[in-house]
């Protein structure tokens, strides 16, 4: 029985449930102090004045660093970059200048962390004080057009002003989503470690080990195989760990100046303005279409806020150069302005969450503006053809989602009229939107290793960020090897083995597991080769193409030939027989097509009228995400994006406050997130297949493309239940009433 395909637990679903797995803060260290970091209280200014005498003399401190003796760092590199990517450029403890709220001051390093925390209270502080810049309407008017980050700021294909003006049906709309945070259950620690040799072992959660690697290797000036990362687990990235924070290079600097390991664990409110988060939008869409519904025009722009030195760019309006055909023309541009904040950073999903909730409820104002059914007017804007590119889509299922996934949501009985449905005293609504993702793609390496026992080794320098890393690298390469599952073990999480990109942009499987199916295949093939011409081949004569490999045994059709890896490495006085894959795709816009990821997601709201709130009452959601390796996971990742976009849509919002410059609900309690009374049963269904110029292995990027299109069909719910139409995410009770 192939190994792909099927659902299939996790492997190391057993070591989590039983607190067996070790996270980053859970590696025994001998010998180990704490650090904890005093944060600057303003959000502009400088430091006027700093006493550490009495943190110093408090029990158990073993040092107090500021910016006075904190040893100096190289620059991080412009621009950024995702082979050395720096989650901001400017480095802590470096000056006395202060650019946000929760800035590191001070670092006191202790022989626990009770002791450092105390004593980081004796720190005492004056300020220069000087008002910061925050993100507002106003503050558009000081918005500026970025350099390039990750794609074109600005694009345009046709004339899309001149086809907006010529249609018969316009509109033109404003709308807004709030800074957000990741708020990941296990919070950003970093233990550094070094040797008499020199060398740095750092154990952190990190979705990029070699990324991280290359990034400390630069600021510290340290040679990169003088640096180990390990990272077994993460406890939730989705984003945030994808790139080195301050906290990190202090922890790694400090455990050198002390020759002695230190261990820097973040507070749940550091966690709100030391390592990211998702900055608000303020986006503005313009269509044009004929009265049928078919576009004549688009126009999408989008401000966002970065930090003073930064710049970041949200992309808000990437996803209206792709999802659907205008006849005139698509233009989009992106601007940013500067405020007092640490950098933002990618969430899941970056980019493509914020600004399909700006297309896809400006789709649905524009089928009530030309009476056309939300999902006839999708399936008259399909397209076969990139509208950016010009490239034909490697496979598009947008048609298959939408059809499929309204018959399972049970779209045909609808009635299109709002405040027409019912249940009880409670306003039913139905709201439908449809996603691209970008399919990214990345070099990796992997070795695969047959044993004289009959098992296999799989060795991959990728990271576990909690979507089922072991369990599906773990079947491809039992598919490949025609070996049983239990027979492969995976090894993952260390920098001491071969080369992987960062567990971002949904990339994982793609890329690691075909740079593990290459391995696989090497090893198979160099099997091969012993059985048909190896020391007394058991299948001597044979050609390789004849051989096959199932069931942990090569055998030949149509003749009694069969010999075990086992015996084939026994035979040949091997212990083991080595495979290595090297994948080095082109980038993902220098292909012979566009490839994405797609999917139609339908969402029921049930809304109680007196009170405005907003309760989810339905989902279903269709994918196409190509072959799907392990439907078990999958669903898993399905509806874990969901609940994220539930989260999106009505729920999570990040407070300023405007005079002080700093987020105010840093905590799980001033911040909601979706719990599961929130949820009721979500359906999932995948309408993709086998995606070969996607990947060799044919799987398509998944997991952050299922949180895409939650809020705005949740959104496009909401109309269709109240007739109010909502701009501004999160939709909270006060909004509606």
């Known amino acids: 029985m192939s190994a792909i395909g099927q659902p299939l637990s996790r492997v190391d679903g057993r070591l989590k449930v039983t607190g067996a797995a070790r996270y980053a803060a859970d590696i025994p260290i001998e010998d180990l102090a704490h650090a904890v970091i005093v944060h600057s209280t303003i959000a502009n200014g400088r430091v006027a004045s700093l006493d550490t005498t009495a943190a110093e003399r ?114 033109e709309r404003t709308y807004s989503t709030a800074d957000r ?40 000036g340290l040679a990169p195989e003088k640096i180990t990362i390990v990272s077994h687990f993460v406890g939730g990235g989705y984003g945030g760990k994808a790139y080195v924070w301050p906290h990190t290079l202090l922890a790694a600097l400090t455990a050198r100046v002390l020759n002695r390991p230190v261990r820097l664990q973040l507070t749940r409110a550091q966690m709100y303005s030391m ?61 940013i302005v500067r405020t007092n904040r640490g950098t933002p950073t990618v969430m899941r999903p970056p980019h493509e969450a914020l600004g399909h909730f700006a297309l896809e409820s400006a789709m649905d104002e524009l089928a009530y503006s030309c009476g056309v059914d939300p999902v006839e007017i999708r399936l008259l804007n399909d397209t076969d053809v990139d509208p950016y590119s010009g490239r034909p889509f490697s496979t598009r299922a947008m048609r298959k989602c939408l059809k499929e996934g309204a018959a ?33 793609r990345w070099a990796a390496k992997a070795r695969v290793t047959l044993s004289r026992d009959g098992t296999a080794l799989v060795e991959a320098g990728t990271q576990e960020i909690g979507t089922g890393t072991y369990t599906v690298m773990q079947q491809v390469a039992a598919d490949t ?10 090894r993952i999480g260390d920098t001491r083995l071969p080369y992987s990109h960062g567990s971002i942009g949904s990339a994982t499987m793609a890329n690691a597991g075909s740079s593990i199916m290459l391995a696989a295949r090497a090893a ?39 010999v075990t890896y086992a015996d084939l490495l026994t035979r040949n006085g091997l212990s083991t027989l080595v495979g290595d894959g090297d994948y080095d795709p082109v980038d993902e816009d220098k292909g012979p097509k566009a490839i994405f990821s797609f999917s139609a997601v339908f969402a029921e709201v049930r809304v109680d009228p007196d009170l405005g709130l907003v309760r989810l009452n339905r989902f279903v959601g269709a994918y196409d995400a190509g ?7 999958a669903r898993s990742q399905a509806i874990g994006g969901v609940i994220w976009g539930v989260g999106q849509a009505l729920l999570e919002q990040s407070d300023i406050d405007p005079m002080m410059g700093r987020f105010v609900n840093r905590n799980l309690s001033g911040y909601l997130v979706p719990t599961n009374a929130d949820i009721p049963q979500l359906d999932v269904l995948f ?12 799987v398509k990027g998944m997991g952050e493309l299922t949180a895409v299109s939650v809020a705005p069909a949740i959104a496009n719910a909401v109309y269709h239940a109240t007739g109010k139409r909502i701009r501004e995410l999160p939709i909270t009770l006060d909004k509606l009433l």
């Not at 507002?136 to 008017?141: H, I, L, W």
């Not at 503005?284 to 999408?300: E, F, M, N, P, Q």
């Not at 309408?687 to 070969?692: L, T």
């Open 58 to 171: 408090a029990p158990g401190v073993v040092a107090v660093f500021t910016y006075r003796n904190m040893p100096r760092m190289n620059p991080t590199p412009k621009p950024w970059s995702h082979l050395h990517p720096q989650g901001q450029s400017y480095l802590p403890l470096q000056d006395d200048s202060i650019h946000y709220a929760g800035q590191p001051i001070a670092l006191v390093v202790a022989a626990s962390r009770d002791q450092a925390e105390h004593a980081g209270t004796l720190v005492t502080v004056k300020y220069e004080v000087q008002r910061p810049a925050v993100f507002g309407p106003d503050s558009t008017k000081t918005a500026f057009d970025p350099p390039q980050f990750l794609w074109p700021v600005s694009s345009a294909v046709g004339n899309a002003e001149a086809g907006i003006a010529a249609g018969e049906v316009k509109l």
């Open 181 to 220: 945070h990741h708020n990941q259950i296990e919070p950003h620690v970093t233990a550094a470690v070094w040797d008499s040799t020199g060398t740095l072992t750092l154990y952190t959660p990190t979705q990029y080990l070699f990324g991280e690697r290359a990034l400390v290797s630069i600021v510290l």
């Open 275 to 335: 390592v990211g988060h998702q900055p608000a939008t303020i986006q503005t869409l313009a269509l044009g279409a004929r009265k049928d519904g078919k576009l004549t025009g688009l126009r999408h722009e989008s401000t966002s806020p970065t930090s003073v030195f930064d710049n970041y760019i949200e992309y808000a309006a990437n996803c209206s150069r792709f999802l659907w055909s205008a006849s005139g023309g698509i233009a989009t541009n992106h601007r």
């Open 408 to 440: 399972r949501f049970g779209w045909e009985k609808r009635t299109p009229e709002p405040r027409s449905m019912r249940e009880g005293r409670y306003l039913i609504g139905q709201g439908v939107a449809s996603a691209i993702y970008t399919h990214w």
């Open 481 to 490: 090897l025609g070996l049983p599952f239990d027979k492969v073990s995976v």
């Open 524 to 562: 198979r093939e160099k099997a091969i080769a012993l059985a048909t011409t190896g020391k007394d081949a058991p299948l001597a004569g044979a050609a390789a193409r004849d051989v096959l490999v199932s069931g942990g045994a090569l055998t030949l059709a149509g003749r009694n030939a069969r």
């Open 627 to 633: 072959r799907i390796i392990n439907p078990k996971t």
């Open 687 to 698: 309408v993709g297949e086998f995606d070969d110029e996607a990947s060799p292995i044919g």
